[in-house]
């Protein structure tokens, strides 16, 4: 009985201790809050699989929409969201020396080319990389790697168009991550991929490993939010083995052969190779201040940086693709006004697309801005607090609350862009809330798709410029339709982390010569 009675008070101890001490963290500090569900928290219908997370961050939101910022709860941790677009703003740039790093989501030596991709690394380690890969994302560099996007645009519209059928059913998400993991492969690590022709070809199964955030794969995210150490002690990785390899020596085999026979591809690999000898000092966009900043680059940082590219743009870009195309295809008549606009620029060009020619299409521009504001593949950004940090009271039933340091903060990206104090009517696809005449009516804090502040996305322009080019490509010779097989409005899955319509999102590409 003794043994029992033991048992039952260090067990009681234990739960208190690491379960509801910690979810009395936002009651204690007089911040509002829902009351949490034992260990789940507010993370109990995601994690069981009843909610998708894009609208769990809404409907938490929608909770307290009226309020500045308010506490919730991943499973026994403590999260500070903030809604007031003037807080995001402060924190997010004004104050962001207090907030310039991301939670960490992995340990260094289990996972080592996790923790040194930009996103991942923290501090000054963060911010001399940055300074050393921004020229490699600038608006020329893009223009260097056009004909490499482009490429894979075309052999993507020829695959369809040799098809028998007139209308050709797809499933979106599967074609434009094939187009995605093709672009990826191409640009960053220099190898030349056809993968809807070549389904199953090594490139695009190691890409769907490392970007696989369903099942077993998100309970890792939520094993370092319940316990770090006993992730560590699992050794969970965020990458596997076998894909790290594979991506590993892919690079180094590529840089091992341009150094020994001298060959310049214009693309991602080459652009790193150049910033590791100091060679982007030229780069108009570089000022005096950053080369002063930079770090060296070594074979496993060329490594990391192309993983987290593939991470970042595998699934992301293909989710703003397939969305915009489902937009297009129930919105037939914004989809004939781009196409026309598109056979104009065509014509202009005669038949042969370039750069500066597709960053002109403003109409392009603005259905993609809409896309996402309605659609952001990323649902929230985060940040930590690495030192104390006051917030300080603007109304009445306010009082300055202290940030503690370590406390994680997220700006509720998909929430605030389908809020109607943002943006009227949010439910409707409306590209002209873009044009000229309305987009500086938009508060920026309001639309952060791409994040905000020094820590925003590096790739946004590569992001949007593959998105451009493949639409082009489509709509000139396609339309976009839907089929027996179209679920419309799409339905979110709930079963995925990531934003994916439940059983596929089906359309057809209706030959425009058919």
């Not at 033991?6 to 208190?16: C, D, G, N, P, T």
């Amino acid at each position: 009985m003794f043994t029992i009675g033991l048992f039952i008070a260090v067990l009681s101890v234990l739960i208190y201790v690491y379960v509801i001490k910690p979810q009395n963290y936002w009651k204690n500090k007089g911040v509002k809050h829902n009351k949490p569900v034992f260990l789940f928290g507010d993370t109990y219908k995601t994690s069981l699989q009843q909610e998708n997370f894009s609208t769990f961050v809404e409907r938490i939101y929608n909770n307290f929409k009226n309020e500045r910022y308010f506490g919730w709860y991943q499973f026994t941790t403590p999260i500070l969201m903030i809604n007031d677009v003037d807080l995001i703003k402060r924190i997010g740039i004004k104050d962001f020396d207090h907030f310039h790093d991301h939670p960490g989501y992995s340990h260094e030596d289990i996972d080592p080319l996790w923790n040194k991709n930009l996103f991942a690394i923290n501090g000054e380690k963060w911010r001399n990389m940055r300074t050393t890969l921004s020229p490699s994302f600038t608006s020329s560099k893009m223009k260097i790697m056009f004909n490499l996007l482009n490429d894979c645009a075309e052999q993507f519209a020829l695959y369809f168009k040799e098809q028998k059928e007139d209308v050709i059913t797809v499933e979106l998400k599967d074609i434009f991550t094939r187009y995605t993991n093709d672009v990826i492969a191409t640009a960053a690590f220099g190898i030349k991929c056809d993968s809807l022709r070549d389904k199953d070809n090594e490139f695009y199964k190691n890409g769907l490993s490392i970007t696989d955030f369903s099942g077993i794969e998100i309970l890792k995210f939520f094993m370092f939010q319940i316990s770090p150490t006993l992730a560590k002690l699992l050794k969970y990785k965020l990458i596997p083995d076998k894909s790290a390899n594979f991506f590993g020596k892919v690079i180094l085999d590529s840089i091992k052969m341009r150094e020994e026979q001298g060959i310049v591809r214009p693309d991602m690999i080459h652009l790193l190779m150049q910033a590791r000898k100091g060679n982007m000092d030229e780069d108009e966009e570089v000022t005096k201040v950053t080369k002063n900043k930079r770090t060296e680059i070594t074979d496993e940082d060329i490594i990391a940086q192309a993983i987290i590219f593939f991470v970042a743009g595998f699934d992301s870009s293909a989710t703003l693709m397939y969305f915009l195309a489902y937009e297009l295809a129930v919105n037939p008549n914004i989809q004939a006004k781009l196409r026309e606009d598109i056979m104009k620029t065509d014509e202009e060009c005669d038949g042969k697309i370039t750069y500066e020619a597709l960053m002109k299409m403003k109409y392009l521009d603005m259905i993609i801005s809409e896309t996402l504001r309605k659609w952001p593949p990323t649902p929230i950004t985060d940040r930590i607090c690495i030192k104390e940090y006051t917030i300080p009271s603007e109304r009445p039933d306010e009082k300055p609350l202290v940030i503690e340091k370590g406390t994680v903060i997220w700006f509720p990206i998909h929430a605030m862009q389908r809020d109607p104090n943002h943006f009227e009517d949010p439910e409707r696809f409306d590209p002209e809330r873009f044009s000229d005449e309305n987009k500086s009516k938009i508060d920026a804090a309001s639309f952060i798709t791409f994040g905000i502040g020094p820590r925003n996305c590096i790739g946004s322009r590569f992001a949007l410029m593959e998105t451009k080019i493949l639409i082009y490509h489509i709509l000139k010779n396609f339309e976009i339709v839907p089929v027996q097989k179209s679920v419309i409005p799409v339905v979110l899955s709930k079963k995925h982390f990531n934003m994916t319509a439940e059983g596929g999102m089906w359309f057809g590409l209706k030959k425009l010569d058919a």
